[in-house]
């Protein structure tokens, strides 16, 4: 069975950081990439980061790629996405999704097949 668990979701305040976790299991770990979304309260779901292993690159939204990094655990297949200098304006639900997107559909939600079940992530001011 195909699943995809996040983790580490919570309440923290601005300027502090946070880690989410990403294990994908049964058919969804047998996937080449893994990216994070988020949707904010009101708003659509949105790109975050992903990570295409096979290539060993990342990729990141331009409102996050100076404070956000991804890594992945390859003795486990999790992945990680560090979260520094967090502002208020992240607050949303986080998803992550496991696929085999092709470069052009890294950043977009219809690259993944699976799809967790989102963690909050809540940034005071």
């Known amino acids: 069975q195909a699943q995809v668990q996040e983790s580490g979701g919570g309440l923290v305040q601005a300027g502090g950081s946070l880690t989410l976790s990403c294990a994908p299991s049964?058919?969804?770990?047998?996937?080449?990439?893994v990216g994070w979304f988020r949707q904010p309260p009101g708003r659509e779901r949105e790109f975050v980061a992903a990570?295409?292993?096979?290539?060993?690159?990342?990729y990141y939204a331009d409102s996050v790629k100076d404070r956000f990094s991804l890594s992945r655990d390859r003795a486990t297949g999790t992945t990680y996405l560090r979260m520094n200098s967090l502002e208020p304006e992240d607050t949303a639900v986080y998803y992550c999704?496991?696929?085999?997107?092709?470069?052009?559909?890294?950043?977009?939600?219809?690259?993944?097949?699976?799809w967790g079940q989102g963690t909050q992530v809540t940034v005071s001011s």
């Open positions: 999704a496991a696929g085999r997107p092709i470069l052009s559909s890294l950043r977009t939600l219809r690259g993944y097949n699976y």
């Open positions: 049964g058919s969804a770990s047998e996937t080449n990439a």
């Open positions: 990570i295409r292993w096979s290539q060993g690159r990342s």
